[in-house]
């Protein structure tokens, strides 16, 4: 069963991947729906500072790197699990180790969204944590 749920958890963080990809996207092209998010949009996208190294950046350039960041490392740790998981056989152990560092991950990202973010994140990260945590549970003991 540990295989099976370490394989749910890949499987919901590169879902998670896609579907956040998609709102970056319709972040990134918005325009705003009011008067209020078109004047915030403005100010964030052209108060640019000087971030040292002839780097410019806005406050809408910051916010776009954190989101797309964010929709890279749930695809690569979802990919990454998957390599992990076709080796695990000629490791023993290497999957509840793997298991045990991606449910640590996720339980603090649940916390996390739990805080800052909203139910749609809420449910994709809370689900990897609880297949990975899962997977810890029923792993057979070293």
């Known amino acids: 069963m540990s295989r099976k749920l370490f394989t749910a958890g890949c499987v919901v963080l ?38 040292g190294l002839g780097m410019v950046r806005s406050t809408f350039d910051i916010l776009t790197g954190f989101s797309l960041t964010f929709t890279v490392l749930s ?36 916390g996390v969204t739990l805080r800052y973010f909203f139910a749609a994140p809420l449910a994709f990260v809370a689900a990897a944590f609880l297949c990975f945590a899962a997977a810890v549970a029923t792993a057979p003991p070293e």
């Open 75 to 110: 695809l690569g740790m979802g990919l990454a699990g998957f390599v992990v998981r076709r080796h695990g056989g000629a490791a023993p152990g290497l999957l509840r180790q793997a298991a045990i560092v991606y449910a640590g991950v996720w339980g603090v990202m649940t």
């Open 14 to 51: 590169i879902a998670l991947g896609l579907v956040h990809l998609l709102g970056h996207y319709r972040f990134t092209t918005s325009t705003g729906d009011t008067d209020d998010e078109r004047q915030l949009l403005a100010m964030m996208r052209g108060n640019g500072r000087d971030m």
